[in-house]
């Protein structure tokens, strides 16, 4: 098939920085076609389906593609064009009617059909398409930079988005064990403490090793904990006036990890450890392993606190 679209990236490198996670079906227009369409078809398939809400044909084609590129786990995308919303597209690619279905790789229109088509054909025409080009699936290190910016979004207590994020990135790639437990820590961290239990006791038996997965089991224990904590106000008045009060100083540290304030919270715990080491069978130490679990091996609140811990241990 004759190129019908002129790719101005073309002096571009094959492989484009990845992009952040998207739906395997989506919506595109003509602000989102050269990175949706054109820079996504380096990575993997991209077939491109021109319809109109009028068509008769594309409400029988288009669930068609639908199912055939979600069964596909990521290998292919599928980019629909309302072509009454962006009739510049249609005349740049000469669609004379509707349904119009193009493929695209590396940038170019590789191949494409007119009309409704029956299920079978459509899954073999795939399936060829993909052999053909060699595309797969994303790879893990692709999802880094969406995982990423999930990460920041969960600290910056922008629990909704990073769990859309995540989420999206277990649809296309359901053994990411980063996301699932990404949507948990977003689950944990905007109060849902039961349905985190709930996604924890369904985790797939495939992650049931990895050390997120043991972390983020640590962050739930310590969830639930937190709701019993008591008022951190209170607590640390009962520690002011009896700085040797060691229950109010433990639960003043749970207090304050149920209220976000990490630092306040590492700090009691190992005020706790220099003062009476030994109290209640090592529980300030034991209980501070657990927040160093939760916050992950890189945080710097776990760095500078195993340190500040060893000092006080072995000084």
């Known amino acids: ?11 571009q490198p094959a492989t484009p920085p990845p992009t952040p996670i998207d739906q395997p079906v989506k919506d595109v227009d003509v602000q989102s076609f050269v990175k949706d369409v054109i820079e996504e078809s380096r990575r993997r398939l991209v077939i491109v389906d021109f319809w109109a809400p009028w068509c008769g044909p594309c409400k029988q084609l288009v669930p068609l593609l639908e199912k055939l590129v979600r069964s596909k786990k990521g290998a ?33 229109p590789v ?12 899954a073999a025409w795939i399936d060829q398409l993909i052999k053909a080009t060699g595309s797969k699936a994303p790879q893990a290190e692709d999802y880094e930079p969406a995982l990423a910016q999930a990460a920041e979004l969960l600290a910056a207590g922008a629990y909704q988005k990073a769990e859309s994020i995540y989420a999206d990135i277990l649809a296309e790639s359901p053994d990411t064990v980063k996301a699932f437990t990404g949507v948990v820590r977003c689950l944990i961290a905007s109060g849902a403490v039961a349905e ?18 043991v972390a983020v089991r640590t962050a739930l224990e310590l969830a639930v904990a937190a709701q019993t904590a008591g008022d951190s106000v209170a607590l640390l008045a009962q520690v002011k006036k009896n ?21 306040n919270a590492v700090d009691e715990l190992l005020e706790l450890v220099r003062l009476d080491r030994k109290w209640q069978e090592e ?6 392993v657990k927040f160093f679990e939760a916050f992950g091996p ?3 609140l776990t760095l500078s606190g195993r340190r500040r811990l060893s000092s006080i241990l072995f000084s």
């Open 1 to 11: 098939m004759a190129p019908l679209y002129t790719d101005s990236n073309a002096s």
């Open 283 to 288: 529980a300030a130490r034991k209980q501070l």
């Open 298 to 300: 890189t945080d710097p």
């Open 196 to 213: 985190a239990q709930d996604r924890l006791d369904h985790a797939p038996e495939a992650f049931a090793k990895a050390k997120e997965l």
């Open 111 to 122: 191949d494409g059909f007119a009309g409704a088509q029956p299920e079978p054909q459509l």
């Open 243 to 263: 700085p040797n009060d060691h229950q109010a100083r433990f639960d003043l540290a749970l207090a304050y990890f149920a209220e976000d304030q990490r630092e």
């Open 76 to 108: 292919v995308v599928l980019a629909k064009v309302n072509i009454d919303t962006n009739p510049e597209l249609a005349q740049q690619l000469r669609v004379q009617s509707v349904p119009t279905v193009f493929a695209f790789s590396q940038g170019q």
